[in-house]
């Protein structure tokens, strides 16, 4: 029995408790907090006023008399049961001789007067008591007029700021969060911190560092990496922190764990390695592939760091300053695109991911990773968006970028194409003999001979044959290289960067060899190429006319017998038909020289359509990726097409193999070179996103860090992405 009982008891005891805990969640289930601040405020009374507006338009308000019909009073006062009338408006409130009171409602215009005259009655008669309603009135009007004006403002405030909020939080992306807590506030000192005293005594030392660091520098101490307080939630980690650094007088960074993992990762947004920037590094530009640039900057299989850089530009954009709010401001989020210009970037990144995004859009696709933002056009402004939220249809920003805008003088729709801003032309000239400045010093000194020495020693010590040594001694010839004597030509020392030489260049990159000799190739029915260029090379170096040699493959080679001006070619636009490049001093040039360079090539190695297409072919993907980025900088959009041309062709007895080349397409709109000029220029198609392709990947991507306006341009053709935020909290705290 006795252990029914303990068990019983034992059973109501724990019962109680589940009730007990049970009430206890209830309890807590039903608490409601509510933070009491300017914007809770004005909320809450909006809905509040509005509900009870709501409200009486649709309940009738509680009367505290009864009512009584205006034709039962009528009756009433001729009867005389009415003893006294008090007048509120448009009602009456009638006291009759049994004290009774009820209510009626007369017509507002209605005088009383008038009222008791149609039922024969005096006014003297009966008591009549005017209530003064106006000052109440005009209250109580005042405020159904203003207070419901006032809230409508201040609803639409909150809104706006709402949305203004989010817009900065897009711009946002990427930005640290950190909240900065200066020097100058309120300070917390370690009095301010209850208990912990031991903790307190451990960091005592890192205040003494930061307040004297070049005494402990001077011992040979080095700056700590840092201090980590491990703790629960709640114990005051990030007070003592603050107290440190009240109690050093520096300003104090917080924020929270995964913002400072997000700082200093970045957000991953990062593209694949092939995809081509442009970059500019001591004066000289290049296009490259994103991640044979970053690569150099990392051993072996380093990543997940960020790599500072100096003296490095890619290409990037400049916002409108317009009328526009918000745009005003240079520091302003809000961005209308206005021009491509050069910006700085202060690091690079790489890291391995194991899934990519494909875009696909309207020429071309770019593969990045799935967080990794892009711009997006949308209504007049541009906007970063993440890759995983792009849909089809969404238009990229890319170069040129065509934008439409309505003019009042001449009534229509004006098409207008936003590039890049070259500077104006500066004269530029180029060293045409190029003479190698060690082979000059080992000459001199072979013919000065300071240190007295044996031909042979001269020979052994500059590397060359003792006879060369002695011809030099004697004077017999310079040496090959650089001896002007072996040249046949009269050549000039430097040559002007004019339009000739420009389309010269171009005809070069695309018909031309500069092995010990400069011979450009043509068709035999190209008479009229074949006189211009000969032209247009005795106008620029003065040296008359070309030897002609006529082939068995049916075309005509102009040689040049100068290995000095062989080697000027081939080192300003490379040597071999898969190694062609376009000059590197053209990424800065106007563009009438562009488009004196880009017609050379044209008539070498391109054609016009029927239907007013210029299309330039090549084998040198690089270069046909070149061009058409200068294209872009200069306002013409092109296309891209990519093809396997099939072999079997017989030249010399010997079969061609299959060939891959591209093509350079520009449409008839942007087609910088027919006779004809077009109606509707720049009416070019917009960067439509066909799809995103989500696919498996396993490899380094790449980006760049802290570039100016946080973008940078990238991709077959220049599309404008967002680059990682470069720890700007940490560049503050610096």
């Known amino acids: 029995m006795s252990k029914l009982k303990t068990k019983k008891n034992n059973f109501k005891n724990n019962s109680k408790k589940r009730n007990n805990s049970r009430q206890e969640q209830v309890k807590k289930i039903f608490e409601m907090r509510i933070n009491f601040n300017l914007k809770n405020i004005v909320l809450w009374l909006f809905v509040i006023f509005f509900g009870l507006t709501l409200y009486s338009s649709f309940q009738k308000a509680k009367q505290l008399y009864p009512e009584k019909p205006f034709s039962t009073v009528h009756n009433d006062l001729k009867e005389k049961k009415i003893k006294k009338i008090e007048v509120i408006d448009s009602r009456l409130l009638l006291t009759y001789q049994d004290e009774n009171q ?42 159904s007029n203003v207070l419901p004006a006032a809230l409508m403002i201040a609803f639409f405030l909150f809104l706006f700021r709402q949305a203004r909020g989010a817009q900065d939080t897009i711009f946002s992306f990427g930005r640290s969060r950190a909240r900065l807590f200066s020097k100058k506030m309120p300070k917390v000192s370690f009095g301010d911190v209850a208990g912990i005293e031991d903790a307190k005594k451990e960091i ?38 603050r107290a440190l650094a009240g109690e050093a007088n520096v ?89 491509t210009s050069w910006k700085t970037i202060a690091g690079v990144y790489r890291h391995k991911v194991k899934e990519i995004y494909e875009i696909h859009y309207l020429g071309g696709k770019i593969q990045t990773t799935s967080d990794h933002s892009v711009f997006v056009r949308t209504h007049g402004w541009i906007l970063p968006k993440k890759v995983s939220e792009l849909k089809a249809g969404d238009i990229l920003v890319n170069l040129p970028m065509n934008v439409r805008f309505w003019d009042k003088k001449q009534k229509k729709t004006i098409h207008k194409v936003k590039k890049h801003e070259f500077r104006g032309y500066e004269p530029l000239f180029l060293d045409l003999w190029d003479d190698d400045p060690q082979l000059l010093k080992d000459y001199q000194y072979a013919i000065t001979n300071p240190q007295h020495l044996f031909q042979y020693q001269l020979a052994e010590e500059i590397g060359v044959c003792q006879m060369t040594v002695s011809n030099w001694q004697r004077g017999v010839h310079l040496p090959r290289a650089v001896s002007k004597k072996l040249v046949k030509l009269d050549l ?22 500069g092995t010990n000799n400069l011979e450009l190739t043509f068709g035999s029915d190209e008479e009229d190429l074949i006189l211009e260029t000969a032209a247009l090379m005795d106008k620029v170096f003065g040296i008359g006319k070309p030897v002609l040699e006529r082939t068995e493959s049916n075309s005509v080679r102009l040689k040049y017998y100068s290995a000095h001006l062989g080697r000027f070619f081939s080192r300003i636009c490379g040597n071999g038909s898969h190694h062609k490049l376009v000059p590197q001093f053209i990424w800065d040039l106007p563009k009438e020289y562009f488009l004196a360079f880009l017609e050379g090539y044209t008539q070498g190695d391109g054609y016009i359509t029927k239907s007013g297409k210029l299309c330039a072919c090549s084998v040198s993907r690089q ?21 396997i041309i099939k072999g079997g062709r017989v030249i010399r007895n010997k079969p061609l193999p299959d ?58 053709k220049p599309i404008l992405l967002n680059n990682s935020s470069f720890r700007d909290l940490f560049s503050t705290a610096k």
Not at 107 to 132: F, M, N, R, T, V
Not at 493 to 509: A, N, P, Q, W
Not at 632 to 640: F, L, R
Not at 690 to 713: A, H, L, N, P
Request: aromatic residues 12%.
């Open 251 to 339: 300003p104090f960074f917080s924020m929270a764990g995964s913002e400072f993992m997000e700082m200093l990762v970045g957000v991953g947004a990062s593209v694949t390695g092939e995809t081509p920037v442009l970059i500019k590094k001591n004066g000289e530009v290049k296009l490259m592939p994103i991640g044979e640039f970053i690569d150099q900057y990392y051993q072996n299989g380093e990543a997940d760091k960020v790599k500072e850089v100096d003296g490095v530009e890619t290409l990037g954009f400049d916002k409108a300053k317009n009328g526009f709010w918000g745009t005003r401001s240079i520091k302003s989020e809000k961005a209308v695109f206005e021009k």
């Open 492 to 513: 000039p020392e430097k040559v002007e960067v004019s339009l000739s030489l420009m389309k010269l260049l171009g005809l070069y990159t695309a018909e031309g060899r």
């Open 102 to 143: 009820f209510l009626t409602y007369t017509e507002p215009q209605q005088s009383l007067i008038e009222i008791l005259k149609e039922a024969g009655i005096s006014p003297a008669e009966i008591e009549i008591k005017i209530a003064d309603t106006g000052s109440l009135f005009s209250f109580w009007n005042f405020i």
């Open 623 to 643: 270069l046909i990726l070149e061009l058409a980025w200068l294209c872009a900088m200069h306002g013409i959009k092109t296309g891209i097409k990519h093809e």
């Open 204 to 241: 005592a030392e890192v205040v003494d560092f930061l307040k004297h660091p070049k005494k402990y520098r001077a011992l040979g101490a080095r700056t700590p990496k840092g201090v980590l307080l491990v703790g629960p939630s709640g114990t005051g980690k990030t007070l003592l922190a």
């Open 659 to 716: 060939t891959e080349a591209w093509t350079l397409i520009i449409g008839k709109t942007s087609n910088p070179f027919l006779e004809k000029r077009v109606e509707w220029q720049y009416q070019i198609k917009k960067c439509y996103v066909r799809k995103v392709v989500k696919k498996k990947f396993s490899g380094f991507v790449y980006d760049f860090c802290g570039v100016e306006d946080k973008t940078f341009f990238g991709g077959e």
